[in-house]
């Protein structure tokens, strides 16, 4: 018997304490690789007023990326993350429910970013989906790509600095972002099937 305490909020705390000490970063010089890759606007949210689902945290800490590194970039830190790094070669294990038939977009961004603060040359998607097969993608290093990226670090440095939220960047991660209500409840109110639209709901 495990008694009447309430283990579920434990659980919650636990997850809760995990992922803030993951995520949490106070210094708006320092911006991570994956805050940059996806919409700026939540990557702000998620620094000035979070609001993470549990699935949200359980994806976070769980993610077993160990290999960390930083670089500076007019002041500011840019950090990267790594599954492993042999001979030379930059390895990132993602899981996924099916296996894609080309990298996804935001995937390639972050191998490529994290090619240039690691100073690898090359790097190896690995998606691995619930019966643990895999697909692989090698990719090189293009420094188009990592100067737009740090384009937007610079932006997202900025914003958090002034205080200003991003603007709205429509992709298909809206429909399962926390955050949708608070990027569409103007254009909610003046259209109430706006939002059963974005989140692929029939209306009635």
Do not use: H
Request: charged content about 35%; overall charge neutral; aromatic content about 10%.
């Amino acid at each position: 018997m495990l008694g009447e305490r309430d283990w579920k909020e434990l659980i919650d705390k636990m997850i809760k304490d995990k992922y803030n000490k993951i995520t949490k970063i106070d210094d708006i010089n320092i911006i991570s690789v994956d805050e940059c890759i996806r919409c700026l606007r939540r990557s702000y949210y998620d620094r000035k007023e979070p609001l993470p689902s549990r699935k949200e945290k359980m994806k976070r800490i769980l993610d077993l990326r160990s290999e960390k590194k930083e670089c500076e970039i007019d002041g500011i830190k840019l950090v990267g993350y790594a599954y492993a790094i042999m001979d030379g070669v930059l390895f990132d294990i993602i899981y996924v429910n099916d296996l894609p038939k080309e990298p996804f977009p935001e995937d390639i961004l972050s191998l490529n970013a994290n090619l240039f603060i690691f100073e690898v040359e090359y790097g190896i998607i690995i998606y691995v989906n619930r019966e643990g097969d895999t697909i692989e993608f090698t990719l090189g290093r293009d420094k188009k790509v990592f100067n737009e990226l740090i384009r937007r670090v610079k932006i997202f440095n900025t914003l958090l600095r002034d205080g200003k939220t991003p603007v709205i960047e429509p992709s298909s991660s809206c429909r399962e972002c926390q955050y949708n209500i608070r990027c569409y409840i103007r254009k909610w109110e003046q259209d109430d099937s706006f939002i059963a639209r974005l989140l692929g709901r029939k209306e009635s």
